[in-house]
Each structure stands twice: as structure tokens, then as C-alpha cells.
């Protein structure tokens, strides 16, 4: 193939003028690329609403179960947790000193969450909306783990327009989410 150069900046060396512009090839591996990558981000950018409120459902039922199983190993002086919902935070405390938050084994810190801070520091948009523990802010657990009262306890959970419900079984301790609304 003969070509003929015009000047030096529209030839190649020894060869023929070069065509701006991208192959088929070149524009299929790009859109290959980027669609893998937006595959990816996608569930990164969805709600995280609901995750956080999973999130915080998940530290709360641990933070129960384990107020539970220190009740049952100090029977003398059970754990009670506390919540503060203008604070958005809970404490889990013995009885005798219901103010004071015991420590907590793992950081040796008062074991206090609030929502948003230390170790509950990635659920700043989870809020404490509703607790309905009996006539005070108090859940107590008693030496068998059962509650101190004679109803279900239930602590409400929201993070933007969704909400989770924590129900407490009075006669056994244990604990469940319901459906994430």
C-alpha cells in the first residue's frame, strides 16, 4: 500500500498517515470495565439506612444477651440496662450501683453506647426512638435471666424512615428483631 505524507506530523515513520479514533475493540474492553465497576459500587450507594439499623439492632440483642449472662453469673447483684433515649445511648450497670456502668471486659471502658460514638461509631443515623421497659427506663434481669417484669419489653430502633422493634421475652430473657419496617 502506497501512501504519501504531506508533512511530518501526519506520518508515521516509513509508514502511513495515522487515523485518530478507537477500535471496536478498544471501546467494548472500556465498557467492560466500567460496567464491572459500577457492578460493584451499586450496593455500596444503595440505602444504608438498613444496614445501619441492622447494625444497631445486632449490638443491642448482643448487649442484652450479655447483660443476661451476667445476671445469671452474679445472681447476688443482677445487671440492669438502662436507657436514655435523649442521650440515644444505654448502659449496662449492676443493681446496686444503676448509675454507674460496669466495665466492659473487652476495653475495659464503662460499658456505654451511644449511637454514633465509640464502639457504635459507624451507626451515627440509628436512634433510640422508643423503650418500653416497664414503668422506668430500666430493664432488669433477674438470676435465672428472666425479666423483673410481667411484660414483654421492647426497645424501637430507627434509622431514617425504617424502624426495627426489639421485643425482650419477660418470662425467658431471650431476645428477637422483628421485620425491618
Known sequence: ??????????????GCPRHAGFTLLEVVIVAAILSIAAALALPMLRDTNLAQLRSGA???IAD??????????????PRVVT?????????????????????????QQPYRVTFG?????????????????GTDNQLEFGPYGQLDQTSNATITLKSG????????DATTGETSAGFLQ
Not at 1 to 14: E, I, Q
Request: with cysteine.
Open 83 to 107: 436507657f436514655d433515649t435523649s442521650s440515644n445511648s444505654y448502659w449496662i450497670a449492676s443493681q446496686a450501683s444503676p448509675d454507674t456502668p460496669i466495665t466492659n471486659p473487652f476495653d
Open 117 to 133: 460514638c465509640g464502639r457504635a461509631c459507624a451507626l451515627a443515623g440509628v436512634t433510640l426512638s422508643a423503650v418500653s421497659v
Open 161 to 168: 424512615p425504617h424502624s426495627i422493634v426489639i421485643t425482650v
Open 64 to 77: 442484652l444477651g450479655y447483660a443476661q449472662m451476667e445476671s445469671i453469673a452474679h445472681a447476688s447483684n
Open 58 to 60: 445486632n449490638l443491642v
Open 1 to 14: 500500500m502506497l501512501c504519501r505524507a504531506t508533512d511530518n506530523t501526519d506520518a508515521v515513520k516509513g
